[in-house]
């Protein structure tokens, strides 16, 4: 089966940087991706990681360490608007098919 | 208009009424899905569809069915509902195996409650 494991809350301060782990185990790998999905709206894609590494995206970098089932999302600058789930899901099957986590719900404060 | 769109965006309904929740995409995707979200929790895939004549059960697949009308729509019924379908509901798509990296673009989401 899958597990991926994610902190359920994070609070922050607005201008600060934090960083969300996910944790997986899972039975194959091809990629795992971050969605941001702010409270009654749908998910919406930041990154994908393949390799081993860091993908950075303006504010937001991506890292992934394979042999670890290990990936962190980092968040810089936060801002308010940074306040949503974020949500770690893994392609397992070479098939476009994506097993999520629970999310990591962050707040970020004044 | 959004690329994915679906429809009721929320509805009530009674225990044992059929429900069909509609999607219809704009952006040319083969693949479709539909997820099931609770509070609290992340998405759980109920079925999908990577071309017209390709339907696949999800890891949660009991008591739905689907319709793949089109490369377009792709639909979801609740034959019988019960409350513990109670949830909110996405559909999305991907271009997932054209040297793309699959992501997942997501309707608005439907709201059902069973009572």
């Known amino acids: 089966g899958q597990n991926i494991d994610q902190p359920t809350e994070m609070t922050a301060t607005e201008g600060a940087i934090v960083q969300i782990n996910c944790t997986y185990q899972t039975s194959g790998f091809n990629g795992l991706f971050w969605y941001q999905q702010h409270a009654g709206e749908a998910p919406t894609f930041l990154s994908y990681n393949v390799l081993d590494g860091l993908e950075e995206k303006g504010r937001f970098s991506s890292f992934l360490s394979r042999s670890k089932g290990y990936s962190y999302l980092l968040l810089k600058e936060l801002q308010m608007k940074d306040s949503a789930s974020y949500l770690c899901a893994v392609d397992n099957t070479n098939a476009g098919k994506s097993t999520f986590g629970d999310g990591t719900t962050l707040t970020v404060k004044p | 208009d959004a690329d994915v769109t679906q429809t009721p965006r929320n509805r009530i309904t009674k225990t044992g009424k059929r429900i069909m929740l509609e999607c219809s995409q704009t952006k040319g995707h083969d693949r479709m899905y539909w997820y099931r979200q609770d509070p609290g929790l992340g998405l759980r895939l109920i079925y999908y569809?990577?071309?017209?004549?390709?339907?696949n059960k999800g890891e949660i697949s009991d008591g739905y069915s689907v319709s793949r009308q089109a490369q377009a729509k792709f639909s979801l019924s609740l034959e019988s509902a019960i409350p513990n379908q109670t949830a909110l509901y996405f559909c999305?798509?991907?271009?997932f195996g054209q040297g793309n990296t699959g992501e997942l673009f997501f309707g608005e989401g439907s709201r059902l409650t069973v009572l």
């Open positions: 569809s990577f071309d017209v004549k390709d339907i």
């Open positions: 999305a798509t991907s271009d």
